[in-house]
C-alpha cells in the first residue's frame, strides 16, 4: 500500500472527525436561539425553576448560548437543558457576577425562525413581491409583539414596529418626487431653511420619514416633519455632504443635522433625517 493510500484510507477519516467535533463544540459555544414556546422567558441565576428570576426575555429575544447542563429536566411537561446565555443586553445591574443567565432550553428553537431573520427575508422581498413581504410582516406583528432589538446604550426597538412602518411604506399611494440635480437639492435645501419653508421637505419625502439612520424606527409623516427638527436652529454656513446625505451644525448644540436621501435617477427622495452628537 502506498503512503497516499494510507493517509486517505486510515489517518484521513480520523483527522474528519477531530475536525468535525472541533467545529461542533465551538458552534455550541455561540449559538443563536430564539424564544418562541411562551410569551414571556426568565433568566435565572442559577440553572433551575428556584433560581431567582434576573430578568424576563419575551416572544422572539435573540439569545446566545455558551453551555449547558449535562443531564435533561422536565418543565412544564417539556424535556430539555438548563443553558447559560447572553442577550448582549440584559441588565448589567441585574447580573453583578457578569451578563450571563439561565434559561430552559425547551422554551427556545433557532435563530432562523426569529422576528430578526424574517424582517431582513422581507426587506429582501419588498421590490419583487411585496405582498408577501407585507404578510411576513404582519406574521412577526403577530408573533413577536415584544421582541427586543439594541439600538445604543438602554434603548431599545422593537421588531413588531419595524414591521408595522415597513407596512405603511408598502401600502400608501407612492407621490411623485420632483426630479432634481444634487446641487439643485442642495440649493432648495438652504433655502428652505433659511426661509423656515417645510414644504421642500414635505415634496420630496415618501409616505413617511425615518428619524433615525437605516431602518425606519421612528417614522413620521411629512407634514409632522416641523414638529421633530428646527430650521431656526441649523446653520447653514456649514453644510458638508455626501454622495447620500447633507449635515449642518447647530447654531446652540454641540451636534450636527443631517438629512439622508434615496437616488433613483435625479429623483432625491428624503427617507432620513435628525441630529447626532
Known amino acids: 500500500m502506498t503512503l497516499e493510500k494510507f493517509v486517505l484510507r486510515k489517518i484521513f477519516p480520523i483527522l474528519a472527525i477531530i475536525f468535525l467535533l ?3 463544540s465551538e458552534a455550541s459555544q455561540n449559538h443563536y436561539l430564539q424564544i418562541v414556546a411562551t410569551p414571556a422567558l426568565a433568566v435565572r441565576d442559577i440553572p433551575g425553576v428556584n433560581g431567582r428570576v434576573l430578568a424576563r426575555k419575551y416572544r422572539g429575544d435573540r439569545l446566545t448560548v455558551y453551555s449547558s447542563l449535562d443531564h435533561t429536566s422536565v418543565v412544564n411537561g417539556i424535556t430539555g437543558y438548563w443553558v447559560e446565555v447572553d ?15 439561565w434559561v430552559f432550553s425547551g ?6 425562525e426569529g422576528p430578526e431573520y424574517l424582517y431582513n427575508k422581507a426587506l429582501t422581498l419588498e421590490k419583487k413581491d411585496p405582498q408577501k413581504a407585507i404578510h411576513t410582516y404582519r406574521h412577526i406583528i403577530k408573533e413577536y409583539p415584544k421582541a427586543r432589538e439594541l439600538l445604543a446604550e438602554d434603548c431599545f426597538g422593537v421588531y413588531s414596529d419595524y414591521a408595522d412602518n415597513r407596512i405603511k411604506i408598502l401600502s400608501c399611494k407612492k407621490k411623485e418626487i ?10 432648495e435645501l438652504v433655502r428652505s431653511i433659511l426661509e423656515n419653508d417645510y414644504s ?8 413617511q420619514v425615518s428619524l433615525d439612520n437605516g431602518r425606519l424606527l421612528w417614522g413620521v409623516a411629512p407634514q409632522n416633519l416641523p414638529r421633530y427638527i428646527r430650521f431656526s436652529d441649523i446653520d447653514t454656513t456649514t453644510m458638508s455632504t455626501s454622495p447620500s446625505s447633507i449635515f449642518f451644525s447647530s447654531k446652540t448644540k ?24
Open 87 to 101: 442577550d448582549g443586553f440584559i441588565s448589567r445591574s441585574e447580573l453583578s457576577g457578569g451578563r450571563r443567565g
Open 200 to 207: 421642500f421637505l414635505t415634496r420630496i419625502s415618501g409616505c
Open 178 to 187: 420632483p426630479a432634481l440635480t444634487y446641487r439643485a437639492l442642495e440649493k
Open 22 to 24: 472541533g467545529s461542533l
Open 107 to 112: 422554551f427556545l428553537i433557532d435563530y432562523k
Open 254 to 277: 454641540p451636534y450636527k443635522y443631517y438629512f439622508l436621501f434615496d437616488k433613483n435617477g435625479n429623483h432625491y427622495r428624503l427617507m432620513a433625517l435628525g441630529r447626532d452628537r
